[in-house]
């Protein structure tokens, strides 16, 4: 899956179906994106509506989009970083470093899973522009290529913030699996 | 090999994106250093994470997100559910039928209006014939005439409601 070169093309002739079809596929990982990234699960919702209605506006560029997901994805991103820009001056990262997250589930807030509450807590803390790149690589697995498209950067720039939100991330999760596997009785060391 | 190297490339590692030069001499470094093995278990550990975390998103988001894409005309996500995943049929009409659906209606509506006004005219005329035909004579002009000598100025005329 990748291109949806046909969808886009039927798209363009307007074909409904194959619009509804776009959606069907897309919106889900652009949900999860945008959550991640913005740490809001309403607004993600607002924003997933938001491109799809972008994508219809556009129906006349759609014969010359290549890749649906990098195109959707795009959008999503340039919304993502302006509304976390909006959101910046009305000063409410606060909320976002202090890891809250208003569009979790309550399963996931619960004690059920404190890994992944963690590894949001350590995203959200992240700068930007490497919490992006790691949103698309780890939540939505997309290659090197496919989100230097999206960033609009170098392969190699993606490489290398990748490498350094990885850096963050383990530094930042290492001390606090390693108190709690402690406190377990637990020890990680010679696993591998 | 240095940590800062080592740990580059299992990032690529991780991506699928290191070669296999590379690779061996990264083997090779993290079986001589801990710190960097504990580095790469924290990488798999919160990638596990990661995965748990985007399926419970996934859920979320097929609860949250309408099944049908937006129109510009929704109120966000608040209009009428579409039966199933499809768009609902109203969506699915091409435009050239909706085209036609319109010119049908307006040929309708034209047709409509042009015997409505028909019957309004027939009625106007009807009674304008009724209006310009003589009136009948006034009982007042009958009792005049009939009887002259009891004619009074200024007697009340009989309002007969015409």
């Known amino acids: 899956m990748g291109s949806d070169e046909g969808l886009l093309r039927a798209f363009a002739d307007g074909d409904e179906r194959a619009y509804a079809r776009l959606y069907d596929l897309h919106r889900g990982p652009l949900y999860v994106y945008a959550a991640r990234m913005l740490g809001d699960g309403e607004a993600a ?20 989009m290549r890749n649906a997901r990098a195109w959707l994805f795009t959008v999503a991103r340039n919304r993502c970083l302006t509304r976390l820009r909006q959101r910046r001056t009305r000063d409410r990262l606060d909320e976002l470093v202090a890891g809250e997250m208003p569009g979790a589930t309550p399963a996931e807030d619960g004690a059920g899973d404190e ?38 950067t170098t392969e190699s720039a993606v490489k290398s913030r990748l490498f350094r939100a990885r850096q963050t991330l383990g530094e930042r999760l290492r001390p606090v699996w390693t108190r709690g596997d402690d406190a377990c009785g637990a020890r990680t060391e010679g696993s591998g | 090999m240095r940590c800062e190297d080592g740990r580059e490339r299992l990032s690529r590692l991780l991506d699928g994106e290191l070669g296999a030069a590379d690779q061996s ?12 093995r504990a580095f790469l278990e924290t990488l798999t550990r919160a990638r596990g994470a990661i995965r748990r ?12 997100l309408p099944p049908w894409p937006p129109r510009p005309a929704d109120s966000a996500a608040g209009s009428a559910p579409a039966p199933g995943h499809a768009a609902p049929s109203r ?22 209006g042009a015997g409505l006004a028909g019957r309004r005219d027939g009625a106007r005329a009807r009674q304008e014939a009724e209006a310009a035909r003589p009136a009948p004579e006034s009982p007042r002009v009958v009792y005049v005439c009939a ?13 007969t409601g015409r």
Request: glycine letters at 6%; charged letters at 30%; hydrophobic letters at 50%.
């Open chain 2, 147 to 159: 009887m002259p000598e009891y004619q009074v100025v200024g007697e009340p005329v009989m309002d």
């Open chain 1, 45 to 64: 919702r607002d924003l997933v509506q938001d491109v799809f209605l972008v994508m219809l506006e556009r129906r006349g560029e759609a014969r010359e």
């Open chain 2, 53 to 64: 975390d985007r399926e419970a998103l996934r859920r979320e988001a097929d609860a949250v």
């Open chain 2, 25 to 36: 001499g990264l083997f090779g470094h993290l079986e001589a250093c801990g710190d960097c």
């Open chain 1, 115 to 152: 890994e992944a509450r963690l590894v949001r807590q350590a995203l959200a803390e992240l700068p930007e522009e490497q919490r992006d790149v790691l949103i698309l690589r780890e939540y939505e697995e997309l290659s090197y290529r496919e989100i230097a498209a999206i960033a609009q």
């Open chain 2, 91 to 112: 969506r699915g009409l091409p435009a050239p039928a909706l085209l036609a659906l319109a010119a049908v209606l307006l040929v309708a509506g034209i047709a409509i």
